[in-house]
């Protein structure tokens, strides 16, 4: 047995989703720097689900499940209530709301292809309506029902603030949107693919999809990254800081790739949205600092910022709470979920490696009695 520790290097499906290719990344072979220019988020959805872009009727129909399939159960909304909610992840909450909205859709367990797509759109639509009303709830505030004509983006936004959402806020959120999407078979959908694999179902698939996005090494580095700007504080402070982790082999978080080491193509794009929104809202310093970080991990440690770097400094100019960065990473990434989802789905097999043994020796049972 050869143990790839980690996996490195281990191709363990075909997909026909997305690939990284000499540090590319395409979905259905567009480039994610041509869809980030010209497509919009709910475009990006059809791509994925039906590895085509959609035509204007087919991305009206789209548009059109997804706002009338945004609200969710109120025994989800009530079940905030009861949450411990001053020490609550939102991440926390956002995998048992959608575990829950389970047990409220008679389809939950139904495994053909047409039940299984109205899933997808509930669930697309509802993850986003989950974040903000817990985002609100636990101010103190009433969740704000969907509007059905704004864009998704647009919508998300106005479902956390309960105010008109600025157009340079929802032209950043939607682009965001897009190069989150989907990334091949990244931690969490391998996850959402072994848990199907079983047969299981959708809702369980994402469940553990959540779950796996949360931790700092994958989703999580986000809010991480936003916590070390907090406490760097400003661009004077840089310097030390860095270095002082360097010297204690700490990792900084939103550098590094399994996959790139040439550069994450998202980063790019986060960057410039970073640079514009931290200018526009007069908090320069957040986009100073980033850019100190980066000459000095790449300098010293070789390590490109990745997608959870700049998107950081993205989200706090868009005024929201820092812990609802990954919570807005997985809004997005469900789209990718799904999409693997189906296509397991398609051509199933139970995903089931093995492990090299490194315990003891065979062993005779002692009554515990006679154990030391
Ligand atoms: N800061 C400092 N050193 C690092 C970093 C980092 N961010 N990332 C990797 N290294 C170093 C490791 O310490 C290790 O050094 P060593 O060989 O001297 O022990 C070497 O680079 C290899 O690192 P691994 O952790 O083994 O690389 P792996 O491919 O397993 O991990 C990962 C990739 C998890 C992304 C890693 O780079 C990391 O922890 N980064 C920080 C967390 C982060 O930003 N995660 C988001 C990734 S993107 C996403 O999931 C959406």
């Known amino acids: 047995m050869t143990v790839t520790r980690g996996l490195e290097g281990v191709v363990a499906a075909t997909s026909s989703v997305s690939s990284i290719i000499n540090d590319t990344l395409t979905y259905v072979g567009y480039n994610i720097d041509d869809l980030t220019e010209n497509a919009s988020f709910e475009e990006v959805i059809y791509l994925l689900w ?3 872009l959609p035509t204007a009727p087919q991305l009206d129909q789209l548009k059109q499940q997804l706002s009338s399939s945004a609200q969710l159960p109120h025994e989800v909304l009530d079940g905030f209530k009861t949450y411990p909610i001053d020490r609550v992840h939102p991440m926390a909450a956002l995998r048992t709301a959608v575990s829950q909205l389970a047990l409220y859709d008679s389809e939950a367990d139904k495994m053909d292809p047409e039940a299984n797509y109205h899933k997808a759109i509930r669930l697309q639509a509802q993850i986003p309506t989950i974040v903000a009303a817990f985002a609100r709830i636990r101010k103190g505030l009433e969740p704000v029902p969907p509007r059905e004509e704004l864009s998704f983006a647009a919508n998300f936004l106005y479902m956390l603030s309960g105010k008109e959402p600025d157009p340079i806020a929802i032209e950043a959120m939607d682009k965001a949107l897009i190069l989150h999407a989907d990334h091949e078979l990244n931690a969490s959908t391998f996850t ?3 848990c199907v694999a079983t047969l299981s179902d959708i809702y369980s698939g994402i469940t553990a999809a959540i779950g796996a996005l ?6 999580g580095a986000n809010e991480a990254v936003m916590k070390m700007l907090m ?7 840089v310097e030390t800081y860095i270095r002082e982790k360097l010297i204690k082999k700490e990792k900084i978080m939103g550098f590094g790739h399994r996959v790139y ?4 193509p998202r980063a790019k794009h986060l960057k410039e949205m970073s640079l514009k929104l931290t200018t526009l809202t007069g908090q320069p310093q957040y986009y100073d600092m980033s850019i100190k970080i980066e000459k000095i991990v790449t300098g010293e440690k070789k390590l490109p910022p990745n997608v959870d770097f700049y998107s950081a400094s993205v989200y706090h100019s868009l005024g929201i709470d820092h812990d609802l ?8 990434r469900v789209s990718g979920w799904l999409a693997h989802i189906l296509e397991q ?3 199933n097999r139970l995903i089931r490696p093995r492990a090299e043994y490194t315990g003891p020796g065979m062993q005779e049972y002692v009554s515990i009695e006679r154990r030391a």
């Open 214 to 219: 949360k931790g700092p090494l994958h989703g």
């Open 345 to 347: 789905y398609e051509n």
């Open 261 to 264: 080491k040439n550069g994450d």
């Open 231 to 237: 406490e760097i504080g400003t661009p004077n402070n």
């Open 50 to 52: 039906h590895r085509k």
């Open 192 to 194: 959402a693919r072994v």
């Open 325 to 332: 960065f990954t919570p807005i990473f997985a809004i997005s």
